[in-house]
């Protein structure tokens, strides 16, 4: 049974120069995208240039993907110096957010805002392999 695809985006705040932030954000890209969950489609972050602020986009297979990645990685030393350097200040969740996502929260001591109740409506996403 296919799940339905989550797209998640993340504000942080800065606690450190937006230069240690960029390659900690760099690093953590990196892992991910070596040995982080299949079902995660992009992994993407962007910091401000003028404000000590940084935003994450991240596309997912589905709920159980959010759950895997976050799994696998939070013991990562890259998630963890990332979390020396940025807060997470909010998450929104775009598409399907599950009780086992809740729970999973619930468990992680996060403080972050959470927002959801977003359903898809209409789009589509190209498949740049084809361009």
Same mark, same amino acid.
């Given at each position: 049974?296919?799940?339905?695809?989550?797209? /998640?985006?993340?504000?942080?705040?800065?606690?450190?120069?937006?230069?240690?932030?960029? $390659?900690?954000?760099?690093?953590?890209?990196?892992?991910?995208?070596?040995?982080?969950?299949?079902?995660?489609?992009?992994?993407?972050?962007? /910091?401000? &240039? &003028?404000?000590?602020?940084?935003?994450? /986009?991240?596309?997912?297979?589905?709920?159980?993907?959010?759950?895997?990645?976050?799994?696998?990685?939070?013991?990562?030393?890259?998630?963890?110096?990332?979390?020396?350097?940025?807060?997470?200040?909010?998450? $929104?969740?775009?598409?399907?957010? $599950?009780?086992?996502?809740?729970?999973?929260?619930?468990?992680?001591?996060?403080?972050?805002?959470?927002?959801?109740?977003?359903?898809? /409506?209409?789009?589509?996403?190209?498949? $740049?392999?084809?361009?």
């Amino acid at each position: 049974m296919s799940e339905t695809p989550l797209t /998640v985006l993340n504000l942080y705040h800065l606690q450190a120069e937006a230069q240690a932030a960029r $390659t900690a954000f760099a690093a953590l890209a990196a892992r991910v995208e070596r040995e982080g969950h299949p079902g995660i489609r992009s992994y993407r972050f962007f /910091v401000h &240039d &003028d404000q000590p602020i940084a935003r994450a /986009v991240i596309d997912y297979a589905g709920p159980t993907a959010w759950i895997g990645h976050h799994d696998i990685a939070m013991g990562w030393p890259e998630m963890r110096a990332l979390h020396g350097l940025a807060r997470l200040a909010e998450a $929104t969740f775009l598409g399907p957010f $599950t009780p086992e996502m809740q729970a999973w929260l619930d468990g992680s001591g996060l403080r972050a805002r959470i927002e959801t109740g977003y359903s898809f /409506v209409a789009g589509f996403r190209r498949d $740049t392999a084809r361009d």
